[in-house]
Each structure stands twice: as structure tokens, then as C-alpha cells.
């Protein structure tokens, strides 16, 4: 389907996690053993929050149609800039077009969201969602993906005051909405929200058969195992990551997010919670 990176913590260059790293996310737009394609080429998006920004400003976005391998203004942007908080997602297109609005991450206000799988038959429950979807919300779509849709819907039903709920409440109205129109298994994926200070990411689907997700261990129980690779003194004390598969084959460097469970990245800690696990 598509696979993404989130990074927090101190200011790093993207092109450390997208470049730089055994196993890209630009590597992974090529060849990606874990994923549902093997190749991500459909476009690429990089969403941003500056240092220094108060909470509640708006992450900047770059988003392409070019394969990720192949966008020369990825490179530089990757090198030029520096963030303590950034999403970046490849894309392997499920049936909406290729178009710049339909690239990940998604942007409202402060908030940013990506996802990797697919609301199955999304062209059957299309009008169902989006009626669902608040009225001021809704002029603000611009592409046609069910990301995009899902999204609008999480942040209809409160997304910003309870992440987790609202996803929980989006996803079941999604299945709710499935059922009555006998599409089977309709939710499959992982998903990443963010304010600009922490990060949710959700590992669900209907079926309880997701697609993968894994979190960095700490950093600094890795420099005492590993202390002759050098790579690990390019990330400070405290820098995390959530990924749809590890950036290297490093042994223990990457935790798998188990089923129909949200992990919450905050202050360079995680925490781990059950997420719709007694859904059907």
C-alpha cells in the first residue's frame, strides 16, 4: 500500500531518516520486503513543524507525484531542513489518481495524518463517509483518497480535544457504515496523527491482520549495545521514530506494535494503549 516514517525529537535533518539510513524510506520506495507492494512510486509527501514554534502553529507540507526516488527536490529540502517533529510517507496508489492532493500527509490547522492500507471499496461507502464528515470540513478536501475522507471524519467527531477516541469513533463509524452496505473488512492499515508535540500511531483493521508497525527502542540502551556504529551518534538523546518496517536490520534496534493497539509518542516516551480490540 504505501509506507511512512514519523520522527520526533531533538532538530534532525529529514534526510537522515529518508536518505541517509540502511533502509530508507526512499530505499523502501524501491524495494519494500514488508510491505503489500514492493515498490511505493505513486508520489511522495514530507510534512514539518519548525524549532522553536510555539504549539498550535501549522507544519509546513511538500508533497510530489514524482517517485521519491527520483525527485531532486526532495534532496535538497531533505538536506536544507531541520525539525524536532516530521512525517514522510511514500505512496503506492489503491485506485485514487495520481495528483498531488491525493499525497500524504494531510494537513488542518496544526494537525497532520498519513496512512498506509486501505478503506476497502471506499467507492461504495464514499457518500456515506463523507456526509458524515462536518459541512466546514468538508470544502476543505481536496483530493479523493479515503485517507483524506477518514481523516475529516476523526476530526469531525473531536480529533483535536481526544485523538484516540476520535479515531476509534471515525474507524467504527467506517465499519458501521461497511456493514450496512455488506462491504467485508472494510478498515485495513496503520495510521499516524500529530498536534506538532505528540504523536499517535494506530496499528488496526477489521480482519485483526494489519499492516506492519514498529517503534524505535531507546537510543541510548542502542549506543551501549552497539558502541562502535557510528550512525547512532547522529541522533540526539531522546530522538524516536515510528515506521511502517525498521530503517536498518539492526538487531533489537525496532519494537513491533502489536494488533489493534495505538502507541503514543511523547516527550521522547512511549506508551503503548489496547485499541478497539473487542470491535468485530
Not at 514554534?53 to 531533505?78: C, H, I, M, Q, T
Not at 494537525?111 to 486501505?118: A, D, E, I, Q, T
Request: with cysteine.
Amino acid at each position: 500500500m504505501c509506507r511512512w516514517v514519523a520522527y520526533a525529537g531533538p532538530a534532525l535533518h529529514p534526510s537522515t531518516l529518508l536518505l541517509d539510513t540502511p533502509h530508507s524510506l526512499v530505499a523502501q520506495s524501491l524495494h519494500s520486503p514488508l510491505g503489500q507492494e514492493t515498490v511505493n512510486g505513486d508520489g511522495f509527501g514530507m510534512g514539518w513543524y519548525l524549532p522553536g514554534k510555539a504549539p498550535g502553529k501549522a507544519p509546513a507540507l511538500f508533497r510530489s507525484v514524482e517517485p521519491a526516488w527520483y525527485d531532486e527536490n526532495l534532496r535538497e529540502l531533505a538536506h536544507a531542513v531541520e525539525s524536532p517533529l516530521f512525517f514522510a510517507h511514500v505512496r503506492a496508489a489503491s485506485g485514487p489518481p495520481i495528483q498531488q492532493t491525493n499525497c500524504h500527509p494531510f494537513r488542518h490547522q496544526n494537525w497532520m495524518f498519513m496512512h498506509n492500507g486501505v478503506l476497502r471499496q471506499f467507492g461504495v461507502m464514499k457518500r456515506d463517509i463523507l456526509l458524515e464528515v462536518e459541512p466546514a470540513l468538508f470544502t476543505s478536501i481536496r483530493g479523493t483518497t479515503d485517507s483524506e475522507a477518514l481523516f475529516c471524519l476523526a476530526l469531525t467527531m473531536g480529533l483535536a480535544t481526544d485523538p484516540i477516541g476520535a479515531m476509534a469513533r471515525a474507524i467504527s463509524e467506517v465499519e458501521r457504515i461497511g456493514a450496512a452496505l455488506s462491504v467485508p473488512h472494510p478498515v485495513q492499515g496503520t495510521f499516524a496523527v500529530t498536534d506538532g508535540m505528540t504523536i499517535w500511531a494506530f496499528r488496526y483493521s477489521s480482519e485483526h491482520r494489519s499492516r506492519t508497525l514498529f517503534y524505535s527502542e531507546d537510543l541510548g540502551a542502542l549506543r551501549q549495545t552497539y558502541p562502535d556504529i557510528d550512525r547512532l551518534r547522529k541522533y540526539g538523546d531522546g530522538a524516536r521514530v515510528i515506521v511502517s518496517e525498521p530503517l536498518s536490520d539492526l538487531p533489537g534496534a525496532y519494537v513491533e506494535v502489536p494488533e489493534s493497539t495505538v502507541a503514543v509518542l511523547e516527550e521522547g516516551r512511549y506508551r503503548q494503549e489496547p485499541f478497539l480490540r473487542d470491535a468485530p
